[in-house]
């Protein structure tokens, strides 16, 4: 595709349900990040797969959040039982490097837990 | 662990002038300096990557430097333009760990 595409673009859930967010990469792309910003902040980040592997997680926040890549291309961030705190954009970028060099982002979806 | 600060949080100039954004980063073990800029609802978008053996790397009226024994780099943009209007934010990534980012600095161009 042309770029980094997220959706939902926009997500309200109601406190303690379910959420799945979605980043298609941009195709070929080896490397998929997942950061996460809250209002007035900087990306802080989540996790990073090589392909389909997990390499790095050490940024989820707790047993909550869970992230997949099963095929190398599509990922899907979940979060269980969202709380308040969980709400920001969450945004994902990809990169032909295995690595964080010439990263290409998405525009992120906005979490709002009520 | 890394840590990165950008100063001013906001900046509003007018149209026309040359301004400097600042960034520090408290482990100058880095492999690269990153600068991105980031506009409204938007992700963020690169703009220069500095290697940590670059003293500093120029993309049209932006130029960043990187002073790695001081963990500080700047970001020098000529000619400021409104659509120059955005966050920027530096990131340091140190090879292993993630790259680490600031919290940006909020730039107004005024026409």
């Known amino acids: 595709g042309a770029g980094v595409s997220q959706s939902p673009r926009y997500k309200v859930a109601k406190r303690g349900q379910d959420v799945a967010l979605r980043c298609d990469p941009i195709?070929?792309?080896?490397?998929l990040f997942w950061y996460q910003q809250a209002l007035g902040q900087g990306p802080e980040f989540l996790t990073y797969f090589q392909n389909e592997a997990q390499l790095d997680k050490s940024g989820l926040p707790s047993d909550r959040f869970f992230a997949e890549r099963p095929e190398g291309s599509v990922s899907t961030l979940k979060i269980q039982r969202t709380q308040q705190e969980d709400s920001a954009v969450y945004l994902c970028?990809?990169?032909?490097?295995?690595?964080?060099?010439?990263?290409?982002f998405g525009n992120g979806t906005r979490l709002t837990v009520t | 662990k890394q840590e990165v600060t950008q100063i001013p949080a906001a900046l509003s100039v007018p149209e026309g002038e040359n301004l400097v954004l600042n960034c520090s980063f408290t482990d100058s073990a880095i492999y690269n300096l990153q600068w991105f800029r980031q506009d409204p609802g938007k992700g963020l978008t690169s703009l220069l990557l500095?290697?940590?053996?670059?003293r500093e790397q120029t993309s049209g009226r932006l130029n960043a430097s990187l002073d790695k024994s001081s963990g500080r780099s700047t970001l020098y943009i000529a000619a400021s333009q409104p659509g120059d209007s955005a966050t920027y934010l530096c990131?340091?990534?140190?090879?292993?760990?993630?790259?680490?980012f600031g919290k940006g600095t909020r730039l107004s161009v005024i026409a």
């Open positions: 970028a990809s990169s032909l490097a295995s690595g964080p060099i010439d990263l290409h």
């Open positions: 990131a340091a990534y140190s090879g292993n760990t993630p790259l680490v």
């Open positions: 195709s070929g792309h080896v490397s």
């Open positions: 500095i290697q940590s053996s670059q």
